[in-house]
């Protein structure tokens, strides 16, 4: 009884401690080391479900320690989800009053919507099937339409009215496209043109931290085109895979996405926002199948257009990066056109994307309707199918994202480059930007 009662006293002491970089419980009204304990176990719970599932865990920034423990454990996804439920109970129990501040109860709802998502993560990996639109809505807070493929037709018999040449439309666009391929010899150069005049552009708006930097790498045998891979410290390695040719639009999307103002943006303002100035350990580590990834996204997608909006796109392109590929630059507003139209076309992949998944499809039936409606060549369509069976519903993240990212964004008012700084270093929620 001795025992349990300094137990019990221990246990209440080390709850009543101050955690670092708290909102003090007199602003707050609660005991604010309630929630730095939870991120504190959220963070390890994150960790530990990254070493049951490689590439759960996009990026971590926190104590080494915590990174070594985990790798010695050796829970099963019951034990995880039973931590999770844990997390769970002991959110809802903290009480945030009116007089709080705002961000204490939003705090509170962010920890609980990842607790949540990787509760649904850990039942996934123990074999539980989903629906699509079920299977997003509980890893990233949001529920996808999923539209007959038919209603995209439309869309496709306008890309037809505009389409140079003769043949289907993917001949034709597979022929226009041979003209605006960057030589490989060249790809570096552009690539870091582009993502330059994306960092210029970005730093024009937004303060970065003056040591950040990224290292370039060109990479095969991805199913991905390019992927960011935050250090921590301000610093990213962005890999660009050259399996298939890039076409030059893609420079400045990729630029845009996995640099400025996107993932490697994203990342450092969350790391500089709460893990250095308030110690909120919660934001050290990114789960990718979480309400993050949307944000994430949504907002590396919305950014290239914030960057690069209207003409100014085109006539950069034109005047920097053909010249600089070896291209001949009169297709270039061709080309702005086509894409303008493909974008409508984003969200038809969530119902092939489901039917494949569901069994509903067989292989070369969503090879064909990735092809017809995503525009794809065959050997880009196999390779879509590799991401789709590696990310499943996270493809909603980037069309569904920066349509909700972009409405939010301009609802604020005009100042549009503020207002994503400030939904970049927060733990605003997708259910938020609704």
Known sequence: MRVLILSTLALLAAACAPGPGAVGPEASGIGADDLNAVAEDYVRLILDVGEIEEGYVDAYYGPAEWQAEAKAETETPAELKTRAEDLTRRLEAIAVP????????????????????????????????????????????VRPDTRPLTSFDPVLARL???????GTISQR?????????????RQEAVMRAAIDECR???????????DE????????????????WYQGKSQSLIQINVDQPISIERAIDLGCHEGYPGHHVYNMLLEKTFVVEKGWVEMSVYPLYSPMSLIAEGSANYGIDLAFPGETRGQWEAAVLYPLAGLDPRGVELN?????????????????????LSGRADRETTIQNLMKYGLHS????????????????????????????????????????TTMETLLGSQILPVDLL
């Open 336 to 356: 702005g056109a086509i894409l303008e139209i493909m974008r409508e076309l984003a969200r038809a992949e969530y119902t092939i994307a489901d039917d494949w």
């Open 200 to 210: 210029a552009r970005t730093e024009a708006h937004i303060d970065l931290p003056a």
């Open 160 to 166: 037809d009215a505009v389409l140079p040449g003769e």
């Open 173 to 185: 666009l597979a022929a226009f496209r041979g003209g605006t391929a960057i030589p490989r010899d």
């Open 213 to 228: 930097n990224f290292t370039l790498e060109f990479v095969t045998d991805k199913p991905w085109s390019g992927y960011n």
């Open 378 to 417: 065959r050997a880009s369509a196999e390779r879509r199918i590799r991401f789709i069976d590696a990310y499943r519903s996270y493809i909603i993240n980037y069309s569904l994202g920066r349509d909700m990212v972009q409405a939010w964004v301009e609802a604020q008012g005009p100042d549009h480059w």
């Open 98 to 141: 009116a007089s709080a501040p705002a961000e204490v109860a939003r705090r509170k709802a962010y920890l609980l919507a990842h607790v949540s998502a990787a509760h649904a993560r850990l039942r996934m990996i123990e074999g539980e099937k989903f629906s699509f639109a079920d299977e997003a809505e509980a890893l990233f807070g």
